[in-house]
T-cell receptor
Framework: GAVVSQHPSRVICKSGTSVKIECRSL??????MFWYRQFPKKSLMLMATSNEGSKATYEQGVEKDKFLINHASLTLSTLTVTSAHPEDSSFYIC???????????????FGPGTRLTVT | EDKVVQSPLSLVVHEGDTVTLNCSYEVTNFRSLLWYKQEKKAPTFLFMLTSSGIEKKSGRLSSILDKKELFSILNITATQTGDSAVYLCAVAPGNEKLTFGTGTRLTIIP
């Protein structure tokens, strides 16, 4: 149980294009999902908190117009990197928090990550 | 500002050894501490600790939390090469956003 999937696992795109990354909780409902970014040999940096049915909450320094987040259902959140540039190249990871009632409510499970390369 | 510090940063041991990884934290409104293992992809969940003094165990891995001294340890006994990974500690405060430590890179030599 508690499986989170991400799609695609790897994407290469040209500068100026937009890329959409999907995060799905496969066997549980997640009212809250989180989007992280990880640079090589560094820890995870939280970008935003995605809440089902409402606007995402962005961390300081993260451009909300550049990193569009949509959490339209209890099992799906999407992150769209708009007008991507080479400096956006990174490993993007989502996590999903178990909805209270299905567990303690505090566990977070991570997707396998999406490696974005912008050329 | 919430803070999570892991030590050591890197550890190299021989197969069969026992290792202890440390995680100390400073966080307002503590709720839980989580341990993850990260190999080449995203972190995989190991343990979640919410109460002091109660050991959580899964095979050769175990972990315990001390909420008075604000730290946790992760023990791995009889290490195997498959245990080589970065081990991440994260703290969930009241708002449930995880704050991660920088991780401990564990290398097991055959």
């Amino acid at each position: 149980g508690a499986v989170v999937s991400q799609h695609p696992s790897r994407v290469i795109c040209k500068s100026g294009t937009s890329v959409k990354i999907e995060c799905r909780s496969l066997d549980f409902q997640a009212t809250t999902m989180f989007w992280y970014r990880q640079f090589p040999k560094k820890s995870l940096m939280l970008m935003a908190t995605s809440n089902e049915g409402s606007k995402a909450t962005y961390e300081q320094g993260v451009e909300k117009d550049k990193f569009l987040i949509n959490h339209a259902s209890l099992t799906l959140s999407t992150l769209t990197v708009t007008s991507a540039h080479p400096e956006d190249s990174s490993f993007y990871i989502c996590s999903a928090r178990v909805t209270p009632g299905q567990g303690t409510g505090y566990e977070q499970y991570f997707g396998p990550g999406t490696r974005l390369t912008v050329t | 500002e919430d803070k999570v510090v892991q030590s050591p940063l890197s550890l190299v041991v021989h197969e069969g050894d026992t290792v202890t990884l440390n995680c100390s934290y400073e966080v307002t409104n503590f709720r839980s501490l989580l341990w993850y293992k990260q190999e080449k992809k995203a972190p995989t969940f190991l343990f979640m600790l919410t109460s002091s003094g109660i050991e959580k165990k899964s095979g050769r891995l175990s972990s315990i939390l001390d909420k008075k001294e604000l730290f946790s340890i992760l023990n791995i006994t009889a290490t195997q090469t498959g245990d080589s990974a970065v081990y991440l500690c994260a703290v969930a405060p009241g708002n449930e956003k995880l704050t991660f430590g920088t991780g401990t890179r564990l290398t097991i030599i055959p």
